[in-house]
C-alpha cells in the first residue's frame, strides 16, 4: 500500500502538474527509456490507457499484491507502482511475485506459439480488413471502441510474455554470477546472443536487399547518388522495377518497423519506404560483410563459454545441472525478449496507427478533420464522440496542437508527486543509479564486451537516422527493434537509459556492438561529432576531441 510522505516535489514552474488527492500521495516515476519524448493526446491514451492496462492484466492474472498507475503530465508518461501489501509482508509478496515470474518463464514457449501468435494474427486480419471506408459513422464508432479493447488484450499478453523472457535471462545470470565471483553484468548474457531469429532475419534480409540492388548497376548508381530519392524514382531507373519488387517483399515482411520509440504517432517502413532506401545506400557506399558470418561467430563464443562453464562444474553435477536447465530455458525464452517486441510493440503500433488514419480519413471527409494527422491530436473519447455525433474539432485539435508544440519544449522532472519511497534500486533491465558522469568520461554498464572509438552521432527522432554512417558511435536515449540497420553498420553504442536487459543492450550484443548502456544524460554531454570512445568491457565512454579522424573497432 501506498505510504504517505512528508513532502511533495516541487515541478518546475513551466510544467504544471494537477492532481487528485490519491494520486498526489504517490511516487511517479518518468518513463524516459520507452518515451523520451512528449505524446500527442492519442498517442498518450495508447499508452496510459491501453499499454497500462497491459501492466495490471499480469497482475490481476496472478493475483499479485501489486498494481502499475499510469498517468500523461504535459506529454510526458509517469509511473506509479501501488503496493497491496503491509511493510510486514513485503518479503512474502516478493516471493510470490518472483514465484509467479518462474512458472510463466516454464511454460511460455508454449503460451507463445499457442496463444499469442494466434491471438496476434487474428487481431491483425480484423485490423487490416474491417471496412471503416464503407460503414456508417456509427458503426465506425463501435469498430473504434473495437480497437481499443484488440489493444488493451495484446498488451495483457505482452507482458505475459516478456514478465517469462526476462526472467529467463535473471535466473541464468544470478545463477553464473553465483559461481563467478568476478564476472562483470553481461558475461552471463554472452550464453545466448546471436539467437534472436527476427532481429537476424531483419538484418540478414536487409544484407540481401542490398546485393539485389548491388547487382543492379542503373539502380545502385542512382540510390548511391540520390540521398533522398523514392521508390518511384527508382522505378524509372534501368532494373529499378526489379529493385522495386524486391524492396516490397522486404516491407511486406518487416515493414511494421520504422518508429523510434513507443509512439503511435511514429510511422513505419511501410509508411515511407524511402527510410529503408536511405539504410540500403549506406550499405551500397560502403560495403559490409554478410551478417550471417558475424552470427555464426557470436553464437560460437556463446557455445564456447558454456563449454568453459561446464568443465568448471563438472565436479559439481548438482550445480551443473541446474546450469543446464537455466541456460536451456534462457535459450528457449530468452529471445523472446525481443521477439515479442517485433510481433507486439512494432506490429501492434502499425497495425493501430494505419487503422487510426483510416478512421481519420473518414472524419476528415465528413468535415471533422481538415489533415490526415489530425486524429493523433485528439483524445480517444473525443474521437468515440464526434463519430457518434459528429462536429467540427478542427478549433480542438488545433489547441491540441499548440500544447503538444510547447509540452515539446519543456524538460520534464525524472520524479513527480512524492519522493521516491526507497533509495533506487538497480536492476538489469532499468539503469544503474549513483553514476557520477564528468565532461572528460562518462560511466555507465558494459553491455557488449569491446572497445570503439568513432565519432559520436546523437540521434534524438528518427529523422536523425539518416545521418548515421558506417563506423559512427550511435548515442541515443535507448532503442527497440526498428534501430536494427544502425546496429548492423555502427562501431559503438551509448545510451542514456538502461541496464544489461534493455532492448539496447540486447540488441547490441546480437551484433556485436561493443555498447555502454545506462550512463543518464550521454545525449546531453556528448556532442554530434564528437569523437569517442566506448568502452563496453569496463562501462565507460571517453571523449577523445583531437584525436584521430578515421573511426577503428578492435
Given at each position: 500500500m501506498t505510504q504517505p510522505q512528508s513532502e511533495t516535489i516541487s515541478p518546475p514552474e513551466n510544467f504544471p502538474v494537477t492532481w487528485d488527492a490519491a494520486d498526489a500521495q504517490r511516487s511517479w516515476e518518468r518513463d524516459a527509456m520507452h518515451f523520451p519524448h512528449a505524446l500527442t493526446p492519442l498517442a498518450g491514451d495508447y499508452v496510459g490507457d491501453a499499454i497500462v492496462s497491459g501492466f495490471n492484466y499480469r497482475l490481476e492474472r496472478h493475483q499479485l499484491p501489486l498494481r502499475i498507475h499510469g498517468r500523461i503530465v504535459n506529454g510526458y508518461v509517469y509511473l506509479s507502482d501501488e503496493m497491496l501489501f503491509a511493510p510486514a509482508e513485503r518479503e512474502q509478496a516478493m516471493q510470490l511475485m518472483q514465484q509467479a515470474r518462474r512458472t510463466q518463464a516454464s511454460v511460455l514457449r508454449a503460451y507463445w506459439d499457442h496463444k499469442v501468435m494466434p491471438t496476434l494474427q487474428s487481431a491483425y486480419q480484423w485490423m487490416r480488413e474491417t471496412p471503416n471506408e464503407s460503414c456508417s459513422l456509427m458503426e465506425l464508432a463501435e469498430q473504434w471502441?473495437?480497437?481499443?479493447?484488440?489493444?488493451?488484450?495484446?498488451?495483457?499478453?505482452?507482458?505475459?510474455?516478456?514478465?517469462?523472457?526476462?526472467?529467463?535471462?535473471?535466473?541464468?545470470?544470478?545463477?553464473?554470477?553465483?559461481?563467478?565471483?568476478?564476472?562483470?553484468?553481461?558475461?552471463?548474457?554472452?550464453?545466448?546472443?546471436?539467437?534472436?531469429?527476427?532481429?537476424?532475419?531483419?538484418?540478414?534480409d536487409l544484407h540481401q536487399l542490398t546485393m539485389q540492388a548491388r547487382a543492379l548497376p542503373a539502380v545502385a548508381a542512382h540510390i548511391g547518388d540520390h540521398r533522398d530519392t523514392t521508390m518511384d524514382d527508382v522505378r524509372r531507373v534501368e532494373g529499378g522495377a526489379q529493385f522495386v519488387?524486391?524492396?516490397?517483399?522486404?516491407?511486406?515482411?518487416?515493414?511494421?518497423?520504422?518508429?523510434?520509440?513507443?509512439d503511435v504517432y511514429e510511422p513505419s517502413w511501410a509508411d515511407e519506404p524511402a527510410r529503408v532506401i536511405v539504410e540500403v545506400r549506406k550499405r551500397l557506399l560502403h560495403r559490409s560483410a554478410d551478417p550471417a558470418a558475424l552470427r555464426q561467430r557470436l553464437i560460437a563464443e556463446g557455445d564456447a563459454l558454456a563449454a568453459q562453464t561446464r568443465a568448471?562444474?563438472?565436479?559439481?553435477?548438482?550445480?551443473?545441472?541446474?546450469?543446464?536447465?537455466?541456460?536451456?530455458?534462457?535459450?528457449?525464452?530468452?529471445?523472446?525478449t525481443e521477439d515479442h517486441n517485433y510481433w507486439i510493440d512494432r506490429m501492434l503500433h502499425a497495425h493501430a496507427r494505419r487503422f487510426m488514419l483510416s478512421v481519420s480519413k473518414r472524419m476528415s471527409a465528413e468535415g471533422m478533420l481538415a489533415a490526415a494527422d489530425d486524429i493523433f491530436f485528439l483524445h480517444r473519447s473525443e474521437v468515440a464522440e464526434a463519430l457518434r455525433a459528429p462536429r467540427d474539432l478542427r478549433a480542438l485539435i488545433s489547441a491540441h496542437r499548440s500544447d503538444h508544440a510547447r509540452w515539446q519544449t519543456l524538460q520534464p522532472p525524472a520524479w513527480l508527486g512524492q519522493p521516491p519511497r526507497n533509495e533506487p534500486v538497480s536492476n538489469r533491465f532499468a539503469n544503474p543509479v549513483n553514476l557520477e558522469n564528468t565532461a572528460e568520461l562518462l560511466r555507465g554498464v558494459g553491455a557488449c564486451k569491446g572497445v570503439a572509438r568513432g565519432p559520436a552521432r546523437v540521434v534524438l527522432t528518427l529523422n536523425d537516422f539518416a545521418k548515421v554512417q558506417p563506423n559512427d558511435i550511435l548515442v541515443c536515449p535507448a532503442s527497440n527493434p526498428t534501430w536494427i540497420p544502425l546496429f548492423g553498420i555502427i562501431a559503438g553504442l551509448v545510451t542514456d537509459t538502461?541496464?544489461?536487459?534493455?532492448?539496447?543492450?540486447?540488441?547490441?550484443?546480437?551484433?556485436?556492438?561493443?555498447?555502454?548502456?545506462?550512463?543518464?544524460?550521454?545525449?546531453?554531454?556528448?556532442?554530434?561529432?564528437?569523437?569517442?570512445?566506448?568502452?563496453?568491457?569496463?562501462?565507460?565512454?571517453?571523449?577523445?576531441?583531437?584525436?584521430?579522424k578515421t573511426a577503428d573497432r578492435r
Open positions: 471502441d473495437q480497437l481499443w479493447q484488440h489493444i488493451r488484450h495484446i498488451y495483457g499478453l505482452h507482458f505475459m510474455c516478456n514478465s517469462g523472457s526476462y526472467t529467463a535471462l535473471n535466473q541464468l545470470a544470478d545463477l553464473y554470477e553465483s559461481f563467478t565471483p568476478d564476472a562483470k553484468p553481461s558475461d552471463a548474457l554472452v550464453l545466448v546472443q546471436g539467437l534472436d531469429r527476427e532481429l537476424q532475419q531483419v538484418q540478414s519488387d524486391a524492396l516490397q517483399t522486404f516491407l511486406n515482411k518487416h515493414g511494421h518497423l520504422g518508429q523510434a520509440f513507443e568448471r562444474l563438472q565436479d559439481q553435477p548438482e550445480l551443473l545441472q541446474k546450469f543446464e536447465e537455466a541456460l536451456a530455458l534462457a535459450r528457449d525464452v530468452g529471445p523472446l538502461g541496464g544489461v536487459l534493455s532492448h539496447a543492450a540486447v540488441v547490441s550484443r546480437e551484433f556485436g556492438v561493443p555498447s555502454v548502456v545506462g550512463t543518464g544524460n550521454a545525449t546531453q554531454l556528448i556532442r554530434d561529432g564528437q569523437l569517442i570512445e566506448v568502452d563496453g568491457s569496463a562501462g565507460m565512454v571517453r571523449m577523445l576531441e583531437g584525436e584521430a
